[in-house]
């Protein structure tokens, strides 16, 4: 697992307003870390195995199921009143104006996807703080699509960037580093630099594509991460729960994990993408209702992700990319084009 240092992404010294601007994207993303507990009478021990579980900061503590603090070993009831009371009093949670809210919305961190198309029908990129989901059927673009990704995060603010690192779990074994460095000599990046700020993790089943979460969030506690890729979120859950009679237990698995998404993304106000496989919803015989292929997933997918994005296949290298659902971005499809340099915009024929 590559883990660079944070010197080794551009730098902005020579540009005032980009300089400035970072730092305020940093303001934003600060937390809390979850040690200063210790001067409010936690014990370190306690500390650690909170750690174990993910949780690295006090905003993380404070937004976790109180079940899930229960169920640690030697915490009982008491202990996590305690807790929970100390960590209140560093984060505070209550209403807000909506002009608050709409003033974070604008300043959230949007991440080039390459396409200044698509770039511009996603309103800046793919934004920070959600999760975003791309499906499509095999060879559409999504794993090229998270390839670029990958390395456009690691750009400067002015470039479309979100300078920041990107943690990559690969469960179907489609990740290739050497289209990152192609995709890198595109936009001027050294090579070894791009490999190094990206953290690659393979997935050989759901326990481990779950439990990546927790080493993800440790990561994150250290480093600067931007953008979490997982490539793909479902296709383990398909081949593992086979059925109709195991289909509750895949579904509750599934949000759990996808939940865990969403806690890192509304903690560290990364960008989450996640890629999914289709299927075939007319495979029982009966009448379509709706499109005939649809996402995997089921209802637990649509709702736990912010915006999708659906990638098909058009003439020779080109994909379509069409918003299927967003709670900001209006209906809308472009066309990209996939390159040795990862995605662009289809060139102009004469």
Same mark, same amino acid.
């Given at each position: 697992m590559?883990?660079?240092?944070?010197?080794?992404?551009?730098?902005e010294?020579?540009?005032?307003?980009?300089?400035?601007? $970072?730092? %305020?994207? *940093?303001?934003?993303?600060?937390?809390? $870390?979850i040690?200063?507990?210790?001067?409010?009478?936690?014990?370190?021990?306690?500390?650690?195995?909170?750690?174990?579980?993910?949780?690295?900061?006090?905003? =993380?503590?404070?937004?976790?199921?109180?079940? *899930?603090?229960?169920?640690? %070993?030697?915490?009982?009831?008491?202990?996590?009143?305690?807790?929970?009371?100390? =960590?209140?009093?560093l984060?505070?949670?209550?209403?807000?104006?909506?002009?608050?809210?709409?003033?974070?919305?604008? @300043?959230?961190?949007?991440?080039?996807t390459?396409?200044?198309?698509?770039d511009?029908?996603? @309103?800046?990129?793919? *934004?920070?703080g959600?999760?975003?989901?791309?499906?499509?059927?095999?060879?559409?673009?999504?794993?090229?699509?998270?390839?670029?990704?990958?390395?456009?995060?690691?750009?400067?603010?002015?470039?479309?960037?979100?300078?920041?690192k990107?943690?990559?779990?690969?469960?179907e074994?489609?990740?290739?580093?050497?289209?990152?460095?192609?995709?890198?000599?595109?936009?001027?990046?050294?090579s070894?630099?791009?490999?190094?700020?990206?953290?690659y =993790?393979?997935?050989?089943n759901?326990?481990?594509?779950? $439990?990546?979460?927790?080493?993800?969030a440790?990561?994150?506690?250290?480093?600067r991460?931007?953008?979490?890729?997982?490539?793909?979120?479902t296709?383990?859950?398909?081949?593992?729960?086979?059925?109709?009679?195991?289909?509750?237990?895949?579904?509750?698995?599934?949000?759990?994990?996808l939940?865990?998404?969403?806690?890192? =993304?509304?903690?560290k106000?990364?960008?989450?993408?996640?890629?999914?496989?289709?299927?075939?919803?007319?495979?029982?015989?009966?009448?379509?209702?709706?499109?005939?292929? +649809?996402?995997?997933?089921?209802?637990?997918?649509?709702h736990?992700?912010?915006?999708?994005?659906?990638m098909?296949?058009? +003439? +020779?290298?080109?994909?379509?990319?069409?918003?299927?659902?967003?709670p900001?971005l209006?209906?809308?499809?472009?066309e990209?084009?996939?390159?040795a340099e990862?995605?662009?915009?289809? %060139?102009?024929?004469?």
């Amino acid at each position: 697992m590559h883990d660079g240092e944070s010197k080794k992404f551009p730098k902005e010294e020579d540009n005032c307003e980009i300089q400035d601007e $970072n730092s %305020k994207s *940093e303001e934003k993303i600060d937390t809390i $870390n979850i040690e200063k507990l210790q001067s409010f009478g936690i014990a370190m021990i306690e500390i650690k195995k909170l750690q174990e579980i993910g949780l690295y900061s006090v905003e =993380a503590l404070t937004r976790a199921p109180r079940k *899930e603090l229960t169920s640690i %070993k030697g915490f009982s009831e008491i202990k996590v009143d305690k807790i929970l009371k100390e =960590a209140t009093k560093l984060v505070h949670f209550g209403f807000q104006a909506a002009s608050s809210m709409l003033k974070q919305q604008v @300043e959230l961190i949007r991440i080039t996807t390459g396409s200044k198309k698509l770039d511009d029908m996603l @309103e800046g990129g793919i *934004e920070s703080g959600s999760i975003t989901e791309i499906f499509g059927e095999y060879r559409c673009g999504k794993t090229q699509l998270s390839h670029t990704l990958a390395v456009t995060c690691q750009l400067p603010l002015n470039m479309g960037g979100a300078e920041g690192k990107c943690l990559y779990i690969d469960t179907e074994g489609a990740f290739r580093p050497q289209r990152l460095v192609q995709i890198a000599s595109r936009f001027g990046l050294s090579s070894d630099v791009t490999l190094d700020n990206v953290a690659y =993790a393979r997935a050989y089943n759901t326990e481990q594509q779950t $439990n990546l979460l927790v080493t993800a969030a440790g990561l994150m506690s250290t480093s600067r991460f931007a953008l979490i890729i997982v490539d793909s979120a479902t296709a383990l859950y398909r081949s593992e729960f086979n059925g109709r009679g195991e289909l509750y237990v895949r579904q509750s698995h599934m949000g759990r994990f996808l939940r865990g998404l969403q806690k890192i =993304a509304d903690e560290k106000k990364v960008a989450v993408v996640v890629t999914n496989q289709v299927m075939d919803s007319n495979l029982d015989g009966r009448p379509n209702i709706g499109p005939s292929i +649809k996402p995997c997933g089921g209802h637990i997918m649509a709702h736990s992700v912010s915006t999708r994005l659906q990638m098909s296949k058009g +003439k +020779k290298h080109i994909r379509k990319v069409k918003i299927i659902a967003s709670p900001s971005l209006a209906e809308g499809v472009v066309e990209v084009n996939i390159g040795a340099e990862g995605i662009q915009d289809p %060139k102009e024929e004469s």
